[in-house]
T-cell receptor
């Protein structure tokens, strides 16, 4: 999950395993959430989003789960591949018309 | 479709120098943003714009100015660069602000010596 400080939380998995990356949010007014992937030296890339009227949404090899009761968001990556190695961070709309709020990210390392 | 294009990709400035970072988007998006990203700090919003001719301050606006004279362009200026402004700068655009995802540029790595 997210944390404050100079070092990102890290998750190390074996190629082919499933990965779960977590994100906690605190604002009950948050109604829209996005997961981004950022590879080294590149800009963040949209992966998947979910609105607060949903609990689960699936994409290609990725699933986002939203638990509004405990204010928790997770990203599941199936059959993780070396190309999935990146920093993943969540973003939320805290009831704003114009901006998202970004988390600090989790570094995913996939070992061959 | 190019998406969001940032120029330059890299730059080294001396303390006190000025420069302008250019962001261009070809998606006809209304909203544009400038972020800085520092190790362990995540993305921090510098300035944003909700449409042509409008700009507003974000979380960390000091030392920066912006202009949005054309809908497709959002310029970030550093008036007098300081070492604390060494960072990676990302521009992003969005169709409707906080209700849809952003499209990010590839970043500008700025070093102030």
């Amino acid at each position: 999950g997210e944390s404050v400080g100079l070092h990102l939380p890290t998750l190390s998995v074996q190629e082919g395993d499933n990965s779960i990356i977590n994100c906690a949010y605190s604002n009950s007014a948050s109604d829209y959430f996005i997961w981004y992937k950022q590879e080294s030296g590149k800009g963040p890339q949209f992966i998947i989003d979910i609105r607060s009227n949903m609990d689960k949404r699936q994409g290609q090899r990725v699933t986002v789960l939203l638990n509004k009761t405990v204010k928790h968001l997770s990203l599941q990556i199936a059959a993780t591949q070396p190309g999935d190695s990146a920093v993943y961070f969540c973003a939320e709309n805290r009831g704003s018309n114009y901006k998202l709020t970004f988390g600090k990210g989790t570094l995913l390392t996939v070992n061959p | 479709n190019a998406g969001v294009t940032q120029t330059p990709k890299f730059r080294v400035l001396k303390t006190g120098q000025s420069m302008t970072l250019l962001c261009a988007q070809d998606m006809n998006h209304e909203y544009m943003y400038w972020y800085r990203q520092d190790p362990g700090m995540g993305l921090r919003l510098i300035h944003y714009s909700v449409g042509e001719g409008t700009t507003a301050k974000g979380e960390v606006p000091d030392g920066y100015n912006v202009s949005r004279l054309k809908k497709q362009n959002f310029l970030l200026g550093l008036e007098s660069a300081a070492p604390s402004q060494t960072s990676v700068y990302f521009c992003a655009s969005s169709r409707t602000g906080g209700n849809y995802g952003y499209t990010f540029g590839s970043g500008t790595r700025l070093t102030v010596v």
